[in-house]
């Protein structure tokens, strides 16, 4: 596993005496890599010897962030540090645990009840995004199988249809009613059903359906079922309530599941300072470290501090634990995001050696990266591979397969590919498609995918509607976008924040930046659901661009109300209209202190432009 440490060390020339820590940081270089182009200096050795977080500190030469703040930097617990990168939506979750396994041959058709109702495929139960930046953030439960079972696959569910027949927000009634007729409630029809619930983003209504087992005593409640019902509440309620509900269960129940998906949904609300504290729980309780748990600490920093990545990896090789095909996928995207497509290269060669071949997901991730990194020919020709002899046998893997096809601009590809598809199509495949056609400017295509699934699926949920949405956000059709919207609602779809997402940058799309606020701000205070990062930063980027600093803050306001802590992206926004409005901003120093978010080298140059106190040559001059 560790030859992936093989690399030069760039610190070797600066003659740092660190010795065996020194070595450590070198032959971690190839997976981590350094932020900015600057060297990431290992303080202290002696960090990991206990397992626990923060394991090692690091320090940035020649850019010294304690000169920024005046003081010296902290520990690696801060929230928010960020090393610049794509920023991430907050809406995803890695602790799906009621997922059935499924093995078996496809079947070719799908029960009316299933069109009725459009059950989805298990490949989607981890989130609403398609897109190859989420496919690597999917539940490590997610096997290679169960993203080759088909909608059809999974049996209806009776009680998911009672469920979602309930004419009212409260579903006790209903439940009770299901029961009192004798219907099934075996474990495995609950399963199903908290499956299709998921699948759905209703969080609610499988919450309710959790707590009524529970108070009702219909199920002898094991520790999975514990730790599925704490996911809900961390999802619906936040951490805190989380937290509180742990002390609920009984003892002998509190085990590692339990705390892991407490991890899990800490990392999923980028909270790196409570991540910490529970991974050191975790460890003092006498858990062993787990990929599961070392994997979700890498996703967490791969988003918000890549450094700490090299912490992680340490760790598991002092814990003996094994790097899994997910912890692949994370590496491998790091490097891509960072444009290093040959340490990208070695990270697969290494993974290769170590027994472990990538699948559609991870080839499809590398696909992405060679498109962006301009390697086309590398890029098409790993799409090829993923196709295989006969893409038939491989049809899962279209939809992966057609919006890389569109980045590429190969409209003929996509077109052949949903040609194959478009006698049977499945839902998932039906929204690649959309999002294909999107990208290569063919609307009417899209509106015609979207009219098949239409036809084939009598009840679409929120997330079919909202792939067309964004098609039409993309391309400023506002007026179609609002009378997909009404259908939606006319539909019975519930409109959360996906919807919300896409309608704001509809508006914003189409220069109406004061409406999509305006819509944000309704849907904030309807105080159900949270609407999602990428939604307030949208807006916050438009005021920003105006240098509108007034609103800019606003908006920066009301995301920590709503409860997003403050991140390296939001300083960067709002520094940015300081500077637009050619205005000092008093305090900003202070203030990104006090959110414990540190600058790399190009925030500091911005924060430095907006410095009341700044030395000028002509005012060094006048003074």
Same mark, same amino acid.
């Given at each position: 596993?560790?030859?992936?440490?093989?690399?030069?060390?760039?610190?070797?020339?600066?003659?740092?005496?660190?010795?065996?820590?020194?070595?450590?940081?070198?032959?971690?270089?190839?997976?981590?890599?350094?932020?900015?182009?600057?060297?990431?200096?290992?303080?202290?050795?002696?960090?990991?010897?206990?397992?626990?977080?923060?394991?090692?500190?690091?320090?940035?030469?020649?850019?010294?962030?304690?000169?920024?703040?005046?003081?010296?930097?902290?520990?690696?617990?801060?929230?928010?540090?960020?090393?610049?990168?794509?920023?991430?939506?907050?809406?995803?979750?890695?602790?799906?645990?009621?997922?059935?396994?499924?093995?078996?041959?496809?079947?070719?058709?799908?029960?009316?009840?299933?069109?009725?109702?459009?059950?989805?495929?298990?490949?989607?139960?981890?989130?609403?995004?398609?897109?190859?930046?989420?496919?690597?953030?999917?539940?490590?439960?997610?096997?290679?199988?169960?993203?080759?079972?088909?909608?059809?696959?999974?049996?209806?569910?009776?009680?998911?249809?009672?469920?979602?027949?309930?004419?009212?927000?409260?579903?006790?009634?209903?439940?009770?009613?299901?029961?009192?007729?004798?219907?099934?409630?075996?474990?495995?029809?609950?399963?199903?059903?908290?499956?299709?619930?998921?699948?759905? /983003?209703?969080?609610?209504?499988?919450?309710?359906?959790?707590?009524?087992?529970?108070?009702?005593?219909?199920?002898?409640?094991?520790?999975?079922?514990?730790?599925?019902?704490?996911?809900?509440?961390?999802?619906?309620?936040?951490?805190?309530?989380?937290?509180?509900?742990?002390?609920?269960?009984?003892?002998?129940?509190?085990?590692?599941?339990?705390?892991?998906?407490?991890?899990?949904?800490?990392?999923?609300?980028?909270?790196?300072?409570?991540?910490?504290?529970?991974?050191?729980?975790?460890?003092?309780?006498?858990?062993?470290?787990?990929?599961?748990?070392?994997?979700?600490?890498?996703?967490?920093?791969?988003?918000?501090?890549?450094?700490?990545?090299?912490?992680?990896?340490?760790?598991?090789?002092?814990?003996?634990?094994?790097?899994?095909?997910?912890?692949?996928?994370?590496?491998?995207?790091?490097?891509?995001?960072?444009?290093?497509?040959?340490?990208?290269?070695?990270?697969?060669?290494?993974?290769?050696?170590?027994?472990?071949?990538?699948?559609?997901?991870?080839?499809?991730?590398?696909?992405?990266?060679?498109?962006?990194?301009?390697?086309?020919?590398?890029?098409?020709?790993?799409?090829?591979?993923?196709?295989?002899?006969?893409?038939?046998?491989?049809?899962?893997?279209?939809?992966?397969?057609?919006?890389?096809?569109?980045?590429?601009?190969?409209?003929?590809?996509?077109?052949?590919?949903?040609?194959?598809?478009?006698?049977?199509?499945?839902?998932?495949?039906?929204?690649?498609?959309?999002?294909?056609?999107?990208?290569?400017?063919?609307?009417?295509?899209?509106?015609?995918?979207?009219?098949?699934?239409?036809?084939?699926?009598?009840?679409?949920?929120?997330?079919?509607?909202?792939?067309?949405?964004?098609?039409?956000?993309?391309?400023?059709?506002?007026?179609?976008?609002?009378?997909?919207?009404?259908?939606?609602?006319?539909?019975?779809?519930?409109?959360?924040?996906?919807?919300?997402?896409?309608?704001?940058?509809?508006?914003?799309?189409?220069?109406?930046?004061?409406?999509?606020?305006?819509?944000?701000?309704?849907?904030?205070?309807?105080?159900?659901?949270?609407?999602?990062?990428?939604?307030?930063?949208?807006?916050?980027?438009?005021?920003?661009?105006?240098?509108?600093?007034?609103?800019?803050?606003?908006?920066?306001?009301?995301?920590?109300?709503?409860?997003?802590?403050?991140?390296?992206?939001?300083?960067?926004?709002?520094?940015?209209?300081?500077?637009?409005?050619?205005?000092?901003?008093?305090?900003?120093?202070?203030?990104?202190?006090?959110?414990?978010?540190?600058?790399?080298?190009?925030?500091?140059?911005?924060?430095?432009?907006?410095?009341?106190? /700044?030395?000028?040559?002509?005012?060094?001059?006048?003074?």
């Amino acid at each position: 596993m560790w030859a992936l440490r093989r690399a030069s060390n760039p610190l070797k020339s600066q003659g740092f005496g660190l010795g065996t820590a020194r070595a450590c940081c070198s032959r971690l270089e190839v997976l981590c890599g350094c932020v900015d182009n600057e060297a990431v200096i290992l303080a202290s050795p002696r960090a990991v010897s206990d397992g626990r977080l923060p394991l090692l500190r690091f320090y940035h030469q020649p850019h010294d962030c304690s000169n920024f703040f005046g003081g010296r930097r902290g520990l690696s617990s801060q929230a928010g540090a960020e090393s610049g990168g794509e920023e991430d939506d907050l809406e995803e979750g890695f602790s799906e645990l009621e997922t059935p396994a499924t093995d078996g041959a496809v079947q070719k058709s799908m029960t009316e009840d299933e069109k009725e109702y459009g059950l989805i495929s298990e490949s989607e139960l981890s989130g609403d995004h398609d897109d190859i930046e989420n496919d690597l953030e999917l539940s490590e439960t997610e096997t290679e199988a169960s993203r080759k079972t088909t909608p059809s696959k999974r049996k209806f569910s009776k009680l998911f249809k009672a469920i979602m027949d309930a004419p009212d927000i409260s579903i006790h009634s209903t439940l009770t009613k299901y029961a009192e007729e004798g219907n099934d409630l075996s474990r495995a029809e609950i399963s199903l059903a908290m499956a299709n619930l998921r699948t759905r /983003r209703m969080y609610g209504k499988a919450l309710q359906l959790s707590e009524w087992l529970e108070t009702n005593k219909k199920l002898d409640f094991i520790e999975r079922d514990y730790a599925s019902c704490l996911d809900l509440i961390a999802k619906l309620r936040g951490l805190q309530k989380a937290e509180s509900y742990i002390q609920k269960i009984p003892e002998s129940f509190r085990g590692e599941v339990v705390y892991r998906t407490l991890l899990a949904n800490c990392v999923a609300g980028n909270n790196v300072k409570k991540a910490e504290e529970v991974f050191n729980r975790m460890k003092d309780k006498g858990f062993p470290v787990t990929s599961f748990a070392c994997n979700q600490l890498l996703i967490l920093y791969k988003r918000l501090d890549k450094k700490k990545v090299a912490d992680v990896l340490l760790l598991m090789e002092k814990e003996n634990v094994n790097l899994t095909q997910f912890s692949y996928k994370i590496l491998i995207d790091i490097k891509g995001q960072s444009n290093d497509l040959t340490g990208m290269d070695q990270v697969v060669e290494t993974m290769k050696s170590e027994g472990i071949e990538p699948d559609s997901s991870t080839q499809a991730i590398l696909a992405k990266h060679y498109v962006s990194g301009g390697r086309k020919e590398k890029a098409e020709a790993m799409l090829k591979e993923m196709e295989g002899d006969n893409l038939k046998e491989h049809r899962w893997t279209c939809r992966l397969l057609l919006p890389l096809y569109a980045e590429l601009g190969k409209a003929d590809e996509v077109a052949r590919i949903w040609k194959l598809c478009e006698s049977n199509p499945w839902l998932d495949v039906c929204m690649a498609a959309i999002e294909a056609w999107g990208k290569l400017n063919k609307v009417e295509e899209a509106e015609a995918v979207f009219k098949r699934m239409s036809k084939t699926w009598k009840k679409l949920s929120t997330k079919h509607y909202t792939a067309l949405l964004k098609v039409y956000a993309d391309h400023k059709m506002l007026t179609k976008g609002k009378d997909l919207v009404k259908e939606m609602a006319e539909s019975g779809c519930h409109i959360g924040p996906l919807t919300w997402d896409a309608l704001v940058k509809l508006h914003v799309e189409g220069g109406e930046v004061e409406k999509a606020d305006s819509i944000l701000l309704k849907a904030q205070q309807q105080n159900k659901f949270k609407p999602m990062f990428s939604s307030y930063m949208l807006i916050m980027d438009q005021y920003a661009k105006r240098g509108d600093i007034h609103s800019t803050e606003k908006i920066f306001h009301r995301m920590r109300q709503v409860g997003y802590v403050a991140r390296f992206k939001q300083f960067q926004t709002l520094v940015q209209a300081y500077i637009n409005a050619k205005t000092p901003a008093y305090g900003i120093r202070d203030r990104m202190r006090a959110d414990n978010v540190f600058p790399n080298k190009a925030l500091a140059a911005q924060v430095a432009q907006v410095d009341a106190f /700044r030395k000028t040559a002509v005012s060094e001059l006048l003074d």
